[in-house]
């Protein structure tokens, strides 16, 4: 049931949508720099952690190293460098806490939708708070000068899922890992996990371990994936972090890890057939004699062109190794009442399958955005330093990087967003919006071929081919961008109802 709040209206200098890793983060950068400014984090579910609260699959963990995954503000002190979500959540409530962050965000408010007003130079947020004890939701307005969108880019509510005919057929359970249910018991059983990604490459072991492991796992992918092992405690970091202390060691291994995964993915790029092989060979370490690397582990496409998926300590390939998980590549024709009919006529037998078939990308939780009473939309728009968007004042998205740690490029639009503030501030501006050159290309925003990048393409902002309007994937391009000239002719500020107009020159950041 819905009911009218009061008609008091809250006003906000700053307002931060979500409480995920990137919302956290950018409520510590603000608190501590813009001081003078008020601050609210506003947040849908019960809950901190975004992702890694919402997510309960087994094994959910990260595919980034946490020295580089977490905070530059904060290391990460645990042994595992990539590690299981709930060390994650830890890390966040320690965020919280140390930061005096509680009394900052409100749980239960989900913004629905933003109304800009260029008179006032004022955002304007519906939004339904929803009662922890009743569920009963009222709605409530709260006004802003800016916003900070830290809701990542999928949806919440709904996973990528297929229609599978015979679907219903299926005797068993069918689930998405998105929506795992608490109660599902798979001891002893027969599972199909359906995908190749990064979740079912960590779902496979994961549900072959401890007291409730099942007696079979089988990851049945439509085209391969590169799977890589990784090591899952950094030595070098314990070592550097026991010979300079927690502060400098951690900042140190960041620095090392920033520069060796960039050589990575620079490698991988520039030379994709050698990279090809140095994979295949590291596949072919792991596996037992038998497997058909070509079938199973050689991708139709180069790597980096999807995201490469990680295996801490081999653990995918060991589970192949001892026999408990296999690998099929091939086609579905449909469900039957036992398992998936295959395309070669094989049927894979299961009590138990797993749809991980992806995610729905949605920016902003679908809510409508609506500038001077004309609604926007996101695929007109453009992305300026991979954070504001043309057409929409005073707002900045949280997007991080896809090819190397989503947090490294938080942390950089957090300092230049404070430094943009500043600037307005010191030139009496209350509203500032990026304004692309006429006939400029149109390109996806996500440099990727994976599946979701596709299906959402249509929907979401759009870069350009030229700086500042092209979305660069490297902390090194970035970090020299994002602490380069604050104002720049892309960026038109405005205050009142004045016209808005565009700066003389460039002004340097602070960062």
Not at 34 to 44: A, C, D, F, Q, R
Not at 332 to 358: H, N, Q, Y
Not at 371 to 398: E, K, T
Request: glycine letters at 10%; a neutral charge; one cysteine or more.
């Amino acid at each position: 049931m819905t009911i009218e709040a009061p008609s008091k209206v809250a006003e906000f200098d700053v307002v931060v949508i979500g409480a995920g890793i990137s919302g956290l983060g950018a409520a510590t950068y603000f608190s501590r720099e813009l001081p003078h400014k008020s601050l609210v984090v506003l947040e849908g579910r019960d809950n901190i952690g975004g992702t890694w609260d919402l997510f309960r699959y087994p094994g959910i963990r990260s595919d980034s190293d946490l020295h580089t995954f977490g905070y530059e503000f904060k290391p990460w002190r645990h042994e595992s460098a990539i590690a299981d979500a709930h060390l994650i959540r830890e890390y966040l409530q320690e965020t919280v806490e140390e930061n005096n962050l509680a009394h900052l965000i409100k749980f239960g408010h989900r913004v629905v939708r933003s109304d800009w007003s260029s008179a006032d130079s004022k955002w304007t947020l519906t939004v339904e708070k929803t009662d922890p004890v009743t569920g009963s939701t009222a709605t409530k307005t709260i006004r802003t000068g800016w916003v900070f969108a830290a809701t990542g880019y999928y949806r919440y509510d709904e996973g990528f899922s297929p229609e599978f005919p015979g679907r219903d057929d299926f005797a068993g359970p069918v689930v998405h890992p998105q929506h795992w249910p608490e109660d599902l018991e798979y001891r002893g059983k027969k599972v199909v996990i359906i995908g190749s990604g990064a979740t079912a490459v960590t779902m496979v072991p994961a549900m072959l371990t401890g007291p409730g492991a099942a007696d079979h796992v089988t990851m049945l992918q439509r085209t391969p994936t590169y799977i890589m092992p990784v090591p899952r405690v950094d030595r070098l970091a314990v070592a550097l972090t026991k010979l300079l202390g927690t502060e400098r060691g951690y900042a140190v291994t960041r620095f090392k890890n920033i520069w060796i995964e960039r050589g990575v993915v620079k490698g991988l790029r520039m030379f994709p057939h050698a990279g090809r092989t140095l994979i295949r060979c590291a596949n072919i370490k792991r596996l037992p004699d038998g497997v058909d690397v070509d079938k199973h582990f050689n991708p139709p496409y180069h790597p980096w062109d999807q995201r490469l998926c990680a295996a801490p300590d081999g653990d995918f390939f060991d589970a192949i190794e001892d026999g408990s998980a296999s690998v099929v590549t091939d086609s579905i024709v449909r469900f039957s009442k036992r398992g998936i009919v295959l395309g070669s006529g094989e049927e894979l037998d299961a009590d138990i399958i797993v749809t991980a078939t992806g995610l729905n990308l949605q920016l902003f939780g679908g809510m409508p955005i609506v500038v001077d009473g004309q609604h926007v939309d996101l695929a007109d728009s453009f992305c300026y330093r991979g954070m504001l968007l043309s057409g929409i004042p005073n707002w900045a998205i949280a997007i991080g990087y896809t090819t190397s740690s989503w947090t490294l490029k938080v942390s950089l639009m957090c300092r230049y967003f404070i430094d943009l503030v500043r600037h307005m501030d010191t030139h009496g501006y209350d509203r500032v919006v990026p304004v692309p050159p006429p006939g400029m290309d149109r390109r996806p925003v996500m440099d990727l071929q994976s599946g979701y990048a596709k299906r959402a393409a249509k929907t979401l902002p759009k870069q350009g081919s030229v700086a500042p309007w092209r979305m660069a994937m490297s902390y090194q391009e970035d970090a020299k961008a994002l602490r380069g000239p604050v104002a720049d002719e892309s960026l038109e500020f405005g205050a009142g109802g004045s016209p808005s107009r565009r700066p003389a020159k460039a002004e340097p950041a602070n960062v």
